[in-house]
């Protein structure tokens, strides 16, 4: 994970999490933020490619999709 744009010290939460993982106190990136909406599709990504078949995920996709349903252009009957 990379760190904020902003300046600013260290938390007791970030530095508990640094001593807990043996990071070096003085590390760049942030092991308590959460990763941005890009991250999160890069480590989807390399998921999917590298356990394609990964029953979780399959699990996480159909229940996914029966609670959203698709867009209105591509529900079946609608025309193109």
Not at 45 to 72: F, G, K, M, N, Q
Request: with cysteine.
């Amino acid at each position: 994970m990379t760190a904020p744009s902003g300046n600013g010290g260290v938390s007791r939460e970030e530095r508990s999490a640094r001593a807990a993982l043996g990071m070096p106190a003085r590390h760049r990136e942030l092991v308590t933020r959460k990763p941005g909406r890009g991250e999160w599709r890069q480590l989807a990504a390399w998921l999917a490619e590298l356990w394609p078949r990964d029953e979780y995920t399959a699990i996480v996709t159909c229940s996914r999709r029966s609670d959203h349903p698709p867009p209105e252009d591509q529900k079946p009957g609608s025309s193109p």
